[in-house]
């Protein structure tokens, strides 16, 4: 007993479906790494430019990154 066609679509399909949805869940780690290490990143130059003292920079980095909604330092 073999298949009929529509039911070896459907699985062909499944099969992709599967197959795109794990490539999708892959880049979305992937991004979500790389985002993870570019704010420790920044979060590290943001901790030595206030231990070096340079607090102009310090001062106009974190008004770039805090949301417009927080109190922003002066």
Same mark, same amino acid.
């Given at each position: 007993?073999? =298949?009929?066609?529509?039911?070896?679509? !459907?699985?062909?399909?499944?099969?992709? $479906?599967?197959?795109?949805?794990?490539? $999708?869940?892959?880049?979305?780690?992937?991004?979500?790494?790389?985002?993870?290490?570019? *704010? $420790? !990143?920044?979060?590290? !130059?943001?901790?030595?430019?206030?231990?070096?003292?340079?607090? =102009?920079?310090?001062?106009?980095? $974190?008004?770039?990154?805090?949301?417009?909604?927080?109190? *922003?330092?002066?």
């Amino acid at each position: 007993m073999t =298949a009929a066609p529509e039911e070896k679509f !459907i699985l062909i399909s499944m099969l992709n $479906l599967t197959q795109a949805t794990t490539v $999708l869940t892959k880049h979305i780690l992937l991004f979500l790494n790389i985002f993870s290490k570019i *704010r $420790l !990143i920044v979060w590290q !130059i943001i901790q030595t430019l206030s231990k070096i003292g340079n607090w =102009a920079l310090y001062s106009k980095l $974190l008004k770039t990154l805090l949301p417009s909604s927080l109190p *922003r330092l002066n």
